[in-house]
Every structure is written in structure tokens, then in C-alpha cells.
């Protein structure tokens, strides 16, 4: 039988384990790359395991979220970086350099590849055909340590692209008339995989776009062949010789096949607060818009920013509407800036941001309030752009163009009509790769390096080993769809504690409950009760470690999302799922829960146990389930992973 692209890419790097679907495989990692709010985690947990280098091809540590650098907490946090980076073998690409995403792709990304990313967006990567996942920093200082890489092994949907895309119509699209149809949790425990002529007609940028969103899906990846274009691409890029073929093979099997026919998508947005409410913009158009933000790692390369420009045409941007663009990196940027796109765009009225993902997360560019922002990001989560009730859309950046000019969220074909503009289409750049005087090389690592920590970088709190009983009030009961950004938020009032554990567990869950840390503290710990989806969006491990820190031991939940359920494990708390979703209701905040014979539900050969949850306040027992590999089991048992590997060590 014939392999797909996913499979190949998988045995290629296979270590351990069998390649069915649900079972756990080891991946041996060919790269990695962290960011500067995963990153102080990543390296300090690198520390813990007391060793000498990292052992990786390529590991790339960027400083792209907090590059405003608003309090010396963030700029301390990049010097550590930057000494960790030296003194570990690593590329420290400096804060203003761009986005990891846009500057690994620039950099270092290649096809038949595995990348492993301390950050969601990882899967940008399979646009070049690689394997490119992402991680808790845990798993990634443990990758750069040596070990593989543990992950079950998905499903593989292949997506067959058919027809054209029409005019105005662009990959951002694809993407969301993907979310459209199946949701933010369409995608768990998945891998899309891109062919058919639509996917061979799309350039490489477009192909990121869409892998870089299969995030918001809930994908473990996504991943398109490597051919002609990205041999092409990588050729612009000065990096011809990275390029292999892969492609699936004639008689390649796949679990499940979505067909999108590309000639039937028209531009698509994605509504306030969530990424899979999508619809037409057609339907939304007249909508008043204040801010209009081009930027981030879906929609930020030079290609979408070249169409912005084109797309712009010279037309004024609105009097009423702050039209910003924010590069995903500095390289792009400055080739914009040579071929004249920075100055047009800035005398129509657009404004000019440093690279950086700082809007995306709340960190600039706060839209007012009572205001309609639009913005070309992969995620608008109430509250990530730095308001309560904020009401942020997303978008492609043509209709982002033709908003910024009519003042109003706008289908670009409308606007080109009145404007008597042509669509853009897909410029490729020419000369863009080379030198970037931002990334700097590893020198080899180095041991006489002193890891420079400031006072607010703290050490990593370590678990305790698993008691047979677990007991505790319910702190906390939540419905669907928590995110990451709803358990720690990235704000930069909050930002800037990611490396002092004390402190930012004080804002645990302080969107959805400001009482919640302090309540935690007050009863000792406890558990949480969530819906579907737990834990969806970011890999922050510390949306999993501060629980932890609070005495939090177990989350039930009727779903849980696959990175924030790795980490619960690599931390030792228990992410246990209710066997009948009904019994969510018998639980109640402030109920106090028992669960007994622990260790027994945890230890064995199985990799699904049930225990019972004892609702002593409504005297009812509730079946739970754990499902965890032996070697996730291990973790609990030992209090988590940073303690298991060091035993094992
Ligand atoms: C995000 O988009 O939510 C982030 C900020 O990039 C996170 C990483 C983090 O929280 O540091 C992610 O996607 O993993
Ligand atoms: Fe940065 Fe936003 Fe991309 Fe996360 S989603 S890496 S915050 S640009």
C-alpha cells in the first residue's frame, strides 16, 4: 500500500510505535523553534535537565511577541534568551526581526522535515512540505535534549483542492471556509493534508496560510507536497538546495477526504469571537470599521502585504478608519520598503508597525471601545485584542484593503468596482533571502556562558509525586470553548510574568473568574469542571502550570484540546473526560469532589482507565476516563515530566 504525504514524513522520523491512527508514535525531531513567551520557560526547563547542548539540526529561539519591550521585565526576558541561546547551540533572531513563523519559513523551513515549535502556529511549516508541529516548551527543551518526540498518531484527511480560485478570493478563504464547515474542533487528533490541482496552482505564502490556521481547527498538523513551487520558492529564498519532492504516492490511503472546489469560494469572514463563525462578507458588509490591522503570522509575509499594497491602489484610507500594517518580518519589510510599497501605503494613510505579533495578542493597537476592528490574524477570541467585548473580525488582506478605503467592512469586489482596481493575485518576491543581520548564528554552544537572568526570572516549579486520593472543591465550573487565552492571558499587563510562575498564577483564569487564584489558594487546590474543547488555541504550557501552582490536580472536561491536554500531563495534573457529557451537570461550583484509588486508575497497561469522580456534596458517583499513553501515566505518577526525565536521567 501506498503512504501519503503525513506518513511519509512520519516514518521518516519514526522511532517508536506503529502508524495507526489513536496510537502514540516518537518522532525524532529535526528542528525546533520557541518564541520569547514560551521561550524563558523552554530554556529554564532546558537548564533543569542539566544539559550541555541542545542536539537538534536547527533550533531557533525568536523575539517577536512582546518587542515593545513596555516594561524591562520583557527586555530581561530577551536578554536571557539571547545568553541561552549562546550558551545552548541555538539562532537568536532579535525583537523587531519578525514573527518565528514568517522568519523560520524565511530561514530555515524544509521539506521532508520535522519541526517541532513552543507555539501553536507551528504548522505554518507544512505549506513546504514539512512535518511541522506544535508543542508545550517541555517537550521542546526534552526535543533539543535528544529525545523524540511523542505524539498519537492522527488521522490523515486529505483535503482535495478542485478549480481556481476566482478573482478576490484568496487562500485566507480556503481556510475559512474550512473552520466554516468543521469548526474549531473539526480537526483533533487530525492531520490535513492538502493535494488535488487546486493545492498544486497555490504558491507556497498561500499554502502557509492555510497550514497556519489548521491550528485554529484543532489540528496536530497540516501539511501540503513538496513540488516545482516550493522548489521555487525556496529558489527566491536563496535556498534552492533545501529542496527535496515529496509527494503521496499514486495508491496512497488517507482516513477521511474533505473536496473544497476552490472556483465556488468569494471572500470570507470570520465574525466576533470566534474563528469558525464565519460567513461571507457580503452578509456583514456596511459594518463600520475603526481599525484595520494586516499583520501576523496567517497573513503578514511579504506576498500579503504586496497584495494589501496592490489592493490599496493609492486609494485614501477612510479619515474615520487607523489602518495599520504590522510585517511578520523585518526582511520582508524592508523589501517592501525598496520596491516602493511602504511609501505608497504610507502616503494613502496607512501606518507602520514593527515587526512583531504585539496586536494579535492585545499588545498595541487596542481597538476602542464599542468599536468594529478587522484584521487579517487567525484568531479573535473575546478579549485577545486587549478589551472586554471587543469585536474583532478576520479576514484576507484585499478585503482588508477595501475596508481600510470605504470605512466599512466591504467585499473587494464591490470596491473594485467602484474603484476600478484589479485584483492583486500573488506576487512573489524576488531577492528577499540572504543576509539577516537580526538572526544571530549560534556560535558553538558555549558552557562559560552565564545564563543572564534578572530578578523577575524565576525557576520552574517542579509537581508533587500522585497521591491515591484526589479531593478538593469544584473552584471552578466552565462551559465550551475555553482557550488558553481565557486561562492565562497574553495581555501585556500579564505578558510580562511568563517567566515568574509566583506572580502570573495570580491571573489564572481571570477572565472568565478574577476570584479564581485567590480561591484556589484560600481551599488548597482542587479541581476544575470544563465543556468541550478545553484548553483550544495556544501551546502555553503555562496555562497548565499554573494551575498546577495553585493545587489544582485535575480538569474534567466533556473534550479536551491536544496541546493543553499534553501539557496538563507533562505537569501532572489529570485531564479526565466525563463517559456520559450529561453527567457535566451534576457537578456545581463549590461542590467538593473525591476521587479515590488513584493510583490504581493510573498505573497498568491500558491507555484508557475510568475512575469515579464521588460528588460528596450530591452524594452521586460520576465515571470518568483517562485517556493517557503508558508513558504519559509515568509522568503523572512522578508529578510530571521534568521530574520523570530527571529520574530517568
Ligand atoms: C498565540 O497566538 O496565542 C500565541 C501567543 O502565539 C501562543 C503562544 C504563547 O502563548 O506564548 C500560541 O499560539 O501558542
Ligand atoms: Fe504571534 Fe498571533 Fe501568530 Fe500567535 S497567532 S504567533 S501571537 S502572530
Redesign the pocket.
Known amino acids: 500500500m501506498g503512504h501519503n504525504v503525513t506518513e511519509k514524513l512520519v516514518s521518516d522520523h519514526l522511532v517508536e510505535g506503529e502508524m495507526e491512527p489513536g496510537e502514540e508514535v516518537a518522532l525524532e525531531i529535526d528542528q525546533v523553534l520557541s518564541?520569547d513567551?514560551?521561550g524563558t520557560m523552554v530554556w529554564l526547563q532546558f537548564e533543569a535537565l542539566d544539559i550541555d547542548e541542545q542536539k537538534t539540526e536547527v533550533a531557533g529561539q525568536y523575539c517577536d511577541?512582546q518587542t515593545y519591550q513596555f516594561d524591562l521585565k520583557n527586555t530581561d526576558d530577551h536578554r536571557f534568551l539571547k545568553s541561552a541561546a549562546q550558551k545552548y547551540g541555538a539562532y537568536y533572531s532579535r525583537p523587531g526581526n519578525g514573527i518565528c513563523h514568517q522568519v523560520h519559513k524565511e530561514n530555515f523551513a524544509a521539506p521532508g522535515k520535522t519541526l517541532l515549535g513552543?507555539?501553536?502556529?507551528t504548522q505554518t511549516q507544512g505549506g513546504l512540505g514539512m512535518l511541522s508541529i506544535?508543542a508545550g516548551g517541555l517537550d521542546l527543551a526534552t526535543a533539543m535534549g535528544g529525545s523524540p518526540y511523542y505524539v498519537e498518531m492522527p488521522e490523515v484527511v486529505n483535503v482535495r483542492l478542485e478549480g481556481e480560485l476566482p478573482e478576490w478570493a484568496t487562500a485566507k478563504d480556503v481556510i475559512l471556509e474550512m473552520l466554516r464547515r468543521l469548526t474549531v474542533k473539526g480537526g483533533v487528533g487530525k492531520v490535513f493534508e492538502y493535494t488535488g490541482p487546486g493545492a498544486e496552482a497555490l504558491e507556497i505564502p498561500e499554502r502557509c496560510t492555510i497550514a497556519n490556521m489548521g491550528?485554529e481547527l484543532g489540528a496536530t498538523s497540516s501539511v501540503f507536497p513538496s513540488d516545482d513551487k516550493t522548489r521555487d520558492y525556496l529558489a527566491r529564498l536563496g535556498r534552492e538546495e533545501d529542496y527535496t519532492e515529496l509527494q503521496p504516492d499514486p495508491d496512497a490511503e488517507y482516513d477521511d477526504e474533505v473536496t473544497v472546489d476552490l472556483s465556488e469560494l468569494e471572500p470570507l469572514v470570520a465574525c466576533p469571537s470566534m474563528p469558525d463563525k464565519v460567513v461571507p462578507v457580503r452578509e456583514v458588509e456596511g459594518e463600520e470599521v475603526e481599525q484595520v490591522i494586516v499583520g501576523s503570522?496567517t497573513n503578514g509575509a511579504y506576498e500579503d502585504i504586496k497584495a494589501f499594497s496592490e489592493a490599496l491602489d493609492g486609494n485614501a484610507v477612510h479619515e474615520d478608519v487607523h489602518s495599520i500594517v504590522a510585517p511578520a518580518s523585518k526582511q520582508a519589510a524592508e523589501l517592501l520598503a525598496r520596491e516602493g510599497d511602504v511609501a505608497d501605503m504610507m502616503d494613502a494613510g496607512v501606518n507602520w508597525s514593527e515587526s512583531t505579533?504585539g496586536a494579535?495578542?492585545g499588545i498595541g493597537h487596542v481597538p476602542a471601545s464599542d468599536s468594529v476592528s478587522l484584521r487579517t490574524f487567525?484568531?479573535n477570541f473575546e478579549g485577545?485584542s486587549g478589551i472586554e467585548d471587543d469585536s474583532v473580525y478576520l479576514c484576507s488582506p484585499e478585503v482588508a484593503a477595501a475596508s481600510s478605503v470605504t470605512g466599512e467592512i466591504t467585499d473587494p469586489r464591490d470596491y473594485a468596482d467602484s474603484y476600478d482596481v484589479e485584483a492583486p493575485g500573488v506576487v512573489l518576491p524576488d531577492g528577499m533571502g540572504g543576509r539577516d543581520p537580526d538572526l544571530l548564528d549560534p556560535a558553538d554552544a558555549d558552557d562559560d556562558v552565564e545564563l543572564n537572568k534578572g530578578p523577575n526570572i524565576g525557576s520552574v516549579p517542579l509537581g508533587d509525586e500522585l497521591e491515591d486520593t484526589i479531593e478538593g472543591e469544584t473552584i471552578l465550573k466552565v462551559g465550551d470553548d475555553i482557550t488558553?487565552?481565557h486561562i492565562?492571558p497574553?495581555t501585556s499587563d500579564i505578558?510580562k510574568y511568563?517567566s515568574n510562575i509566583d506572580k502570573l498564577s495570580e491571573y489564572t483564569l481571570s477572565r472568565v473568574d478574577e476570584e479564581f487564584a485567590s480561591r484556589a489558594k484560600e481551599k488548597g487546590g482542587g479541581l476544575i469542571v470544563g465543556g468541550e474543547n478545553y484548553g483550544q488555541?495556544?501551546?502555553?504550557e503555562?496555562a497548565a502550570l499554573c494551575p498546577m501552582y495553585l493545587g489544582i490536580e485535575a480538569v474534567v472536561a466533556k473534550s479536551f484540546a491536544r496541546?493543553h491536554k499534553a501539557n496538563l500531563l507533562n505537569f501532572g495534573l489529570l485531564p479526565l473526560t466525563f463517559e456520559d457529557n450529561d453527567d457535566y451537570d451534576e457537578i456545581e461550583e463549590g461542590d467538593s469532589l473525591r476521587i479515590d484509588s488513584v493510583l490504581e486508575g493510573v498505573e497498568g497497561e491500558e491507555e484508557e482507565t475510568q475512575l469515579v469522580v464521588v460528588n460528596e456534596s450530591k452524594d452521586v458517583e460520576i465515571p470518568v476516563e483517562l485517556d493517557a499513553s503508558l508513558r504519559e501515566r509515568e509522568y503523572l505518577l512522578a508529578g510530571g515530566k521534568l521530574n520523570h526525565t530527571k529520574q530517568q536521567a
Open positions: 518564541q513567551t514560551t511577541h513552543a507555539d501553536s502556529h506544535g491550528t503570522c505579533c494579535c495578542i487567525n484568531r485577545r488558553t487565552d492565562i497574553a505578558l511568563r488555541g495556544s501551546s502555553r503555562h496541546i
